[in-house]
């Protein structure tokens, strides 16, 4: 085997008193793919600084191979201000590096990245600083490259181009990244940074959750091996601590080694407890919009758009940065008035929102601070309140944590505090605008979960193609031009409807939709809306029968003659609340009979 181009030798690296590396020894070569994975506060970030030259190991070494070079993109890259963009690119190369050739080669990255190289780099948005960003990591044509989440702020398009670029990619790649799409399109092997150590598996990330299935399973037989030894060592203590105290003292050293060891294990078997807390009430429509038009100056934003969003809908928004997803979601909401059209909202709607830039975050708050703004310990939830510990416990925050300002967590910490503070509010609507930046794997895995459980309806703006495979019941599609399609499914179904009838149109010898759009409306494709009605049909039986069954047990609630003497307002108000689910039921029946109704009709016609 060639040498290495990074080596790292018993690398230990303590930060804030936890011991991050714990005696890593790891190789590079320039075959490598790497997808390096790991909960947030694994360490992932500070390896990659290890291994870029970054941060001086405490004990242990790192090796650069003859000659390589290694060019290295952080999770908050900074960018100086007062530049020419392609300034700051060429800033990536060394000063006899920076002639005309590579100029022509910074422009011609940034102009991949729809930049413009003669702008001043002062107030760049987030998404474009990582284009910037990594366009200065590419521009060296390096030996090495290690990207902490670079897919962070960056549409589709971008997303897609990245791809395409690093599979031509002649040197070695570590990827950090929480988008598992793109982690298969690119490695081909996967460390997993767990409790200070690393396991190395030698196939793309495809394989990862198998993999570490496996290990967490060795682990648990591990744990109850050890647990069964350590009642043993107990037992025979106890029996003759006195009398052979010389050979105790040796058994009593193995029998703390043993406690350690289990308390290793126990410590990296914890995840994220995530849980939203609902709010009853509301009817079956939650969001009713016909003929929605936005512009903004000459721009239109939205042109003609019609849905209607049902209760536990789960509604996907896609669109390059800049297209108008936010202020679609705004107009939704009602927090923006159209230029023409109307927008009909649910009765009794209570909106949790997680909003990307994380806005409701004081930085100078401790999370203690903003869990309990009006002080004492305990978080409010709708069955009653948790000790702020143990809450911010279940999101796998540090005792020590809890007091610390805000400004000092990682991106991943502050997301993780955003979802805690946002589902501690009892809600019906949940609004989420990029709520996968930042993390971890295993984090978005349980959130995904968590979503699927959840009894109200979702709005997720979403670059994270697996995510929204997973979570969402339709894909709303905003392409800059004002127009907005919706299609049933997730981020794969899109693409699969979308080629459809643009393969029909081509074997014709006509312009596919996304040209015919430039001239006037497209056609909409059958396809699409079959597939809607039955994904709408599927459910609502279950739902009329689970909302019947409640309207039952409430009536026989109400006919306890004692009800009322002993609780006149809880009376009245149970009385409203059936009357409330009679509408709704109502309003699922009459649904249901419509969309039958337009089945029937398409099955016919």
Known sequence: MSQPLISIRSAALNLGGRQILDGIDLDIQREDRVCLVGRNGAGKSSLMRVMAGRVELDSGSRTLGNRALVSYLPQEPEIPAGMKLCEVVLDGLPALQRDESNLYRARDLLESFEMDSGRDSTRLSGGEQRRVSLARALVSSPDVLLLDEPTNHLDLPAIEWLEARLREFAGAIVLV??????????????????????RVNRQGYDHFEDWR?????AEERELERLAQKIRAEQHWLHRGVTARRRRNQGRLGRLGELRA??????????GVALRAEHREGGGALV???RDLVRSFGDHRIVDGFSTRIMRQDRVGFIGRNGTGKTTLLRLLLGELEPDSGDVRMGTNLVIARFDQHRSELDESLTPWQLLCPDGGDKVVLAGGSRHVVGYLGDFLFRDEQVRTPIRALSGGERSRLLLAKILAQ??????????TNDLDIETLEILEEMLADYRGTVLIVSHDRAFLDAVVTSTVVLDGSGRVEEFAGGFSDWLAQRSIPAEADRQRGKAPPAAIAK????????????????????????RIEALSLRIGEDEARLLDPELYNRDPDGFLALSREIEERKAELDELETRWLELEEQRETMERG
């Open 261 to 270: 060891a289990r308390g290793k294990l126990l410590r990296g078997n914890r």
């Open 519 to 542: 001239e006037g409306a497209a056609p909409v494709p059958r396809a699409r809306i079959d597939r809607k009605l039955e994904r709408e049909l599927e459910r609502l039986p279950g």
């Open 287 to 289: 969001i009713e919009a």
């Open 426 to 435: 009892p809600s019906n609507l949940l609004v989420l605008d990029e709520p």
């Open 177 to 198: 990244s929480h988008d598992r799409r793109f982690l298969s399109a690119i490695g081909n092997a996967t460390w997993w940074l767990d409790r200070g150590t690393i």
């Open 213 to 217: 299935d496996e290990l967490l399973q």
